[in-house]
């Protein structure tokens, strides 16, 4: 153990000089350069930022467990990664804290219930099949493809009007830049001391008035609209707080509006595009699953014990959320160690998902490992979707999106394996660099 002002009692690790300069190794490739650190130290690990601020980065899921759900109340996002976004996307869910972000996943949560999510389920069929009906034979990069899909999904899940095409493609292009930009001035802060001469954070932020603005048009078409709509935005709109009985003001619908867009399409795309990409590399895998597709309908689906088999596993070896990170509030201990307030936690998602100590063969692509055992979905060996009262609040939905996907694209179309290896690009979410698949239509969709 390393004593950091003796009081404490951290995970061994890289002190500050070693920090800095395997910095490139961690900028070049995280998820290699962890993934090493963790075989060095045993699973947990300390690296230093900057002088003083310590990170501990875990794949112990006795320990994400205590940091998510056992003692959740001492630990906040931190402003390491959440101080920028908020500057661009608001206070939403995803980025902020305590009382505030309470009071408002009390007042979204009812809309992502089970029951209440089978309104969109007709949105999001009718909208993945008018996606399929023009997409072309060959042999795409399927990952712009799913986003595509995703973000369309989400935008008509959150607004079901008919949207212009150039009001669509606005949003996407404000989106697409502002996040390639925050991943850009994550992984290279560095790059903020250009902001100043080179106007780029000032184009972002009229991207995001922009997209504020396009927002707060529909909110506005919206109240003046007679008819009755089953989409998230209604549901935004309508909710009341428990405690006083009012509504959202537009500002907070437009800010929670913008962060289900920045936390759900880009997972999604991520997910289904791994996905994609296992069932076409693993063709028995892929023939089981499409007959079992053929004889569901959609809505079975999402009962069906090996479609969300091959989802899960799919997550298990590509978790779109890689890792997560919180910040102490007050200090805290965990077993032997003992850590002062500000110290970042990185739960590694994905080491733990690939670790053979609680994970029999863990490289394999291996669904039925889900159906042998069932409670493994639910295991804290397992967080696709985090854990705790900050766990994915929009899991169900993303799951009913998926098992959606699979059958129509499956029953329409054949996957197979072109030469291409895609290469993990683990950036705030974890994205292949691409995916070149064949793809071939093999009935007409009306
Ligand atoms: C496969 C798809 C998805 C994956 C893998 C995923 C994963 C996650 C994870 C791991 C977290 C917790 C992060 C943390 O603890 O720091 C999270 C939070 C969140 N997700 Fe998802 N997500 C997915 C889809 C979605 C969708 C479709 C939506 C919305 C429609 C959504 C909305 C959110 C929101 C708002 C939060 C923040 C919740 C809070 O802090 O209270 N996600 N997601």
Redesign the pocket.
Known sequence: MTKTRKKYNLPTGYPFLPTLFRSNDFLANPIKFISKSMEKFGGTYTATLGLRKKIILTQDPAFIEHI?RGNHRNYH?SPLATERAVEFFGN???FSNGDY?LRQ?RL?QPA?HREKLQGLYDIVTRSIDEFLRDLPDGEPDIYPLMHQISFSL?IR?LFDIRMEPATMAELGEHFTALQEFLLRDVNRPVQRLLYPFNGMKRDMLRRAKRLKAIIAGLIRERRSDPRSYND?LDMLLSSRYEDSGEHMTDEQVIDEAL??IF???E??A??LSWMLYLLATHPAINNRLVNELKVSSPADTLRNPFVNAVISES?RLY???WM???VAVEDDRFGDYHFPKGTIIIPF?FGLHRNAAHWPEPARFHPDRFINDPSLARSASF?????????????N??MA??CFFLHSFLTNFTIAATPQVPEMRPLITLRPDRIVLKIERISTLH
């Open positions: 998510l996002k939403g869910l995803l972000w996943r979204v992502f989400l899940s998230l962060i289900l936390a759900g399409h997972t999604t991520n997910a997550m978790p779109p959320a997560t990170e919180r998602f967080f696709p979707f985090g854990a705790g009262p900050r766990m994915c609040i929009g899991n939905f993303a999106e998926m």
